[in-house]
């Protein structure tokens, strides 16, 4: 089954404990991305990535990092997580410009 | 940053009737998608419409988009209980360097 898997489902963490979001699709897709979903603001885009080893900041990319090693995987790293991360994430991918974007189930992030 | 701003913010109609939001937006672009959010859920792709097709069609789903006035509209016909979730427009441009922009959604409630 095509898809985009993400985990963890669930994480609560501390203000400083570095932690990686996992997110990993099957399509052999060139794009992928990060998103953010806060109330009130909608879904932000923090990174993204058109193809492998190439990465690109969206319109949140302060506090994350990211990396394409592989084409199949793009974790999202918090090196040192604060409380204004606390969101659901996205992970997301897409064949080309021209196609719909494939999203996993998100991960729920809260950093006490 | 463009954003496609989804119109009405919520809306609560009866089981059968139809419901209909719109999407404007702010540059020229490629092609416009719609995506529903369950509840926490990961986004699933509705329909797209390229910028120069004026409607589309799906099942229970009507897409029209106008370039001259920059806006879409989603028309979901005979609701259904399950219809109930989120509904997003997201614009892809050359202008936002060919990456999806998500506007802030429509709730849909639909009653039984």
């Known amino acids: 089954e095509a898809q985009v898997t993400q985990n963890p489902r669930y994480l609560i963490t501390v203000t400083g404990k570095k932690l990686t979001v996992t997110c990993s699709q099957n399509?052999?897709?060139?794009?992928m991305s990060w998103y953010r979903q806060d109330p009130g603001l909608g879904l932000r885009q923090i990174y993204y990535s058109m193809n492998v080893e190439v990465t690109d900041k969206g319109d949140v990319p302060e506090g994350y990092k990211v990396s394409r090693k592989e084409k199949r995987n793009f974790p999202l790293i918090l090196e040192s997580p604060s409380p204004n991360q606390t969101s659901l994430y996205f992970c997301?991918?897409?064949?080309?410009?021209?196609?719909?974007?494939?999203f996993g189930n998100g991960t729920r992030l809260t950093v006490t | 940053s463009q954003q496609g701003e989804e119109d009405p913010q919520a809306l609560s109609i009866q089981e059968g009737e139809n419901a209909t939001m719109n999407c404007s937006y702010k540059t020229s672009i490629n092609n416009l998608q719609w995506y529903r959010q369950n509840s926490g859920r990961g986004l699933v792709h509705l329909i797209l419409i390229r910028s120069n097709e004026r409607e589309k069609h799906s099942g229970r789903l009507r897409v029209t988009l106008d370039t001259s006035k920059k806006s879409s509209s989603l028309l979901i016909t005979a609701s259904r209980a399950a219809d109930t979730a989120s509904y997003f427009c997201a614009t892809d441009s050359k202008a936002a360097g060919n990456k999806l922009t998500f506007g802030g959604g429509t709730r849909v409630l639909v009653k039984p």
């Open positions: 399509m052999n897709h060139e794009y």
């Open positions: 997301a991918s897409r064949g080309s410009h021209n196609s719909p974007l494939h």
